[in-house]
């Protein structure tokens, strides 16, 4: 698969007060390679939503263009901040009714076993605690087979070990299968742990302010203080990205 190209010449709103509009998003251009994991990390209310829903096309209302080096359109799965499993589809079904109907479903098998939930395919979204939904739908993603994944702060809310948990299940599933992953997050933190690279977007209008490669060797990233300290090298080095998180 060739690189991922976003380039966001401007994306507007109408102005809340009198006429206008409101610049969301200027001048912002992206590319990410093949299998590359990319955190998008900016102060709250900067458009990372936006962005993301701009890629995923659910608002085709922006100037410029979002596809593939070959010109083709990315396939694209999507995990937001809610898992939004349907309440009256079992585990196992709410993963289903994502494949295409050509798709054989024995790369989910793998996966819930993967994910630790071979044993509750067939219970129901209401029986799952939040960090059982959150690898639910962690397991649908990636079933599809994404040529890029966009994941909206999927682990907000979750308590620190589950994160952890989580964070490291969805690590282990793209090294198998490393799709191209963009992943919005507030955390630095979680973005250096998870990351090849991260983007720093500016306040609205959104622009790219820094790019930084994370060279920490993924076994490192599980000790803490190896992290925090590419944290605190990052933030001497850079003091305005203090202010964007």
């Known amino acids: 698969m060739s690189k991922i190209v976003i380039d966001i010449r401007k994306k507007t709103y109408p102005a809340r007060h009198g006429s206008g509009e409101h610049v969301a998003i200027k ?6 390679g093949a299998g590359e994991f990319v955190c998008l990390v900016g102060p709250s209310g900067c458009g990372k939503t936006t962005l993301l829903n701009l890629i995923a096309g659910l608002d085709r209302q922006f100037e410029g263009v979002i596809g593939t080096g070959a010109g083709v359109a990315p396939r694209i799965a999507y995990m937001f901040q809610n898992p939004r499993l349907l309440p009256w589809r079992t585990v196992r079904e709410n993963i289903d ?3 295409p109907d050509s798709q054989y479903g024995g790369d989910v098998d793998h996966l819930l076993d993967v994910m630790g939930l071979a044993e509750s395919q067939g219970q129901y979204p209401e029986r799952l605690s939040l ?5 639910v739908a962690l397991v649908r993603a990636f079933a599809i087979q994404p040529t890029l994944l966009l994941m909206d702060e999927p682990f907000v809310s979750l308590d620190a070990p589950t994160a952890r948990r989580v964070r490291q299940l969805l690590i282990r599933v793209w090294q198998e299968r490393p799709h191209t992953v963009l992943f919005v997050t507030h955390d630095l933190r979680e973005a250096i742990t998870l990351a090849d ?7 609205p209008p959104t622009s790219l302010l820094h790019e930084v490669t994370v060279d920490i060797p993924r076994p490192a990233r599980e000790d803490e203080a190896v992290v925090e300290a590419f944290r605190n090298r990052l933030i001497t080095g850079h003091p305005e990205i203090s202010e964007l998180l």
Not at 197 to 203: C, E, G, H, N, P
């Open 131 to 135: 960090g059982m939904s959150r690898r």
């Open 27 to 32: 001048n912002l251009r992206i590319e990410l």
């Open 97 to 99: 009714l994502a494949l």
């Open 197 to 203: 690279r991260l983007l720093f977007l500016s306040a």
